[in-house]
Nanobody, 119 residues
Framework: QVQLVESGGGLVQAGGSLSLSCAASTRTSSSNFMGWCRQVPGKERELVARISRSGRIKYADSVKGRFTISREYTKDTVHMQMNSLTTEDTAVYYC?????????????WGQGTQVTVSS
């Protein structure tokens, strides 16, 4: 069992920046891939970014060039810097850890943290 503890998020004006962090309670193969998915009411959860233990990164097209995901490999902790935020980025962001590179399917989940971008 892997527990994911999230921190960061909050309220920011459009054009501003926020950061998110997520720490796994144990270092196991269940955390081969770690990243963030987000969800708004009435829509499916969507991948924002993920990073593998080997350093392979995938970003959603909507955040490329604005968000940066990084990983502390010895601690299975991931960070995501979010710049140039828009109102479209408003969502609940969930940390995800998984053995496979699935897009927001399965694995372990954090409790979710709200990101609100005001216009």
């Amino acid at each position: 069992q892997v527990q994911l503890v999230e921190s960061g998020g909050g309220l920011v004006q459009a054009g501003g920046s926020l950061s998110l962090s997520c720490a796994a309670s144990t270092r196991t193969s269940s955390s081969n891939f770690m990243g963030w998915c987000r969800q708004v009411p009435g829509k499916e959860r969507e991948l924002v970014a993920r990073i593998s233990r080997s350093g392979r990164i995938k970003y959603a097209d909507s955040v490329k060039g604005r968000f940066t995901i990084s990983r502390e490999y010895t601690k299975d902790t991931v960070h995501m810097q979010m710049n140039s935020l828009t109102t479209e980025d408003t969502a609940v962001y969930y940390c995800n850890a998984n053995t496979a590179s699935t897009d927001c399917l399965g694995g372990y989940w954090g409790q979710g943290t709200q990101v609100t971008v005001s216009s």
